[in-house]
């Protein structure tokens, strides 16, 4: 018999509250909903469903709400429905997932603001299993391989995973046992062009083809892989609890951290100070161990700090060969209006972090020892008498040397790893 009393006894659930549950109209969310409102009246807390409406789907999406809606409505369930339009919110470059999550995250911390709330989602042990598949391809550690867990804090908001431990299988035989022989399928999950369905409808049959019990295989080590990285965690969390409220952290301190810990304390740390979730990524953290290693290896105290992005472009983590520290950039000191430049007559141009000189060189031929980073040769002749110089934009195209086509400037600074704050004060 599916129930989840164990896991409220297991969690020490509180009596009183509210819950927001997550509510598709799939098999999942509905069977969650009603193991919840079951649980709702031996425990005192509110329930209230709530549907996103992503707007991705046409009719079959709405009709999906009109179904929650009237489902709620027969139990006596409070319903609460948000409309996401993904498609004209999402990002640029931002995959229409990602973008749908980001939505569903923000609209969670505003229900949740202020008020004794969870949130209940309805994950099961299928859907760890092809989380698994996900994050592998995607570099993850063990928190991240582990990380739909029963009990979650992302930001703000509390999230609870109650029926993680059944198998699909498994639910809906609940269901057709409490009277429900319908549910809303997403038809969306039929195609294999996003990553999750590729797994779930090709890989993982497969392998549970080829090895019997694969899934019960995979779901035992992801009990050990939440043991280690629950061990990891605690130990972060012991450390970054002696700096905590701090404005900036030691090197010294860093480099008594094991790799495994220091993400964790950063997590812990950053997240804390910006009062943002931050999650640092395996290019940052690269990023970060080699400027930590080059400033502390440098004999002169009068290294210049790096800075690193946080959020957006005006949040940085500051490196200095002393200790570590957020450093927040005005975006309009970074900006300049555009400048004429004629370059014939003032050979020099300031602009912020930058100065361009213009040199004439009768040499027919540029020899190599005569290039650098810093140096790059037109014809002169060629060149407008007055140029135009302004702050670089996200969607400036040039076309480099050799090549025939344009390239976007976002895309060459990204793969020299230049920092977005360099980015915004360059010259075009």
């Not at 301190?253 to 812990?268: D, E, G, N, Q, S």
Request: with cysteine; hydrophobic share 40%.
């Amino acid at each position: 018999m599916m129930t989840i009393s164990d896991f409220f006894k297991r969690n020490k659930m509180p009596e009183s509250g509210r819950i927001l549950a997550g509510f598709s109209g799939g098999a999942d969310s509905t069977a969650l909903l009603l193991l919840l409102a079951q649980e709702a009246g031996r425990h005192g807390f509110r329930l209230e469903a709530v549907h996103f409406e992503h707007g991705l789907r046409g009719k079959e999406s709405i009709a999906d709400a009109k179904w929650c809606r009237r489902f709620c409505e027969l139990r006596k369930i409070s319903y609460r429905e948000i409309s996401l339009d993904v498609s004209s919110k999402k990002k640029s470059g931002e995959s229409t997932e990602a973008a749908a999550r980001r939505l569903r995250l923000k609209e969670w911390e505003i229900l949740s603001r202020g008020k004794s709330s969870v949130v209940a989602l309805a994950h099961n042990a299928n859907d760890r299993i092809e989380n698994v598949f996900l994050r592998l391809l995607r570099g993850s550690n063990v928190s991240g391989l582990s990380s739909l867990r029963e009990i979650r804090k992302m930001g703000t908001v509390t999230f609870i995973r109650p029926i993680l431990q059944y198998k699909r299988g498994e639910i809906e035989d609940f269901l057709k046992t409490s009277g429900v022989s319908a549910w809303r399928t997403d038809s969306s999950n039929a195609k294999n062009e996003y990553l999750r369905n590729f797994f779930r409808n090709r890989i993982i049959p497969l392998i549970s083809e080829k090895v019997p019990n694969a899934d019960s295989s995979i779901l035992k080590s992801l009990h050990a892989l939440e043991q280690d990285a629950d061990f990891i965690e605690t130990e972060a969390s012991r450390m970054f609890k002696t700096v905590k409220n701090t404005e900036s952290v030691n090197t010294a301190y860093l480099k008594t951290m094991h790799p495994a810990v220091i993400i964790r304390f950063l997590r812990y740390w950053i997240s804390e100070r910006t009062k943002s979730e931050f999650i640092p990524n395996g290019e940052f953290m690269t990023r970060f161990n080699a400027e930590l290693n080059r400033l502390s290896s440098r004999k002169y105290a009068d290294i210049k700090p790096v800075l690193l992005p946080l959020h957006g472009k005006s949040l940085f983590l500051c490196i200095k060969k002393e200790n570590i520290s957020l450093h927040k950039l005005p975006i309009k000191s970074t900006m300049e209006k555009p400048r004429f430049w004629k370059w014939k007559s003032a050979r020099e141009l300031h602009r912020i972090g930058f100065k361009l000189k213009a040199r004439i060189n009768s040499k027919k031929v540029i020899s190599e020892f005569m290039r650098d980073e810093n140096t790059v040769y037109f014809d002169a002749d060629l060149l407008p008498p007055v140029l135009t110089v302004r702050n670089c934009r996200n969607k400036d195209v040039m076309v480099p040397f050799g090549k025939t086509t344009g390239t976007r400037l976002k895309k060459l600074f990204e793969s020299r790893k230049i920092p977005a704050a360099t980015r915004n004060r360059t010259p075009a």
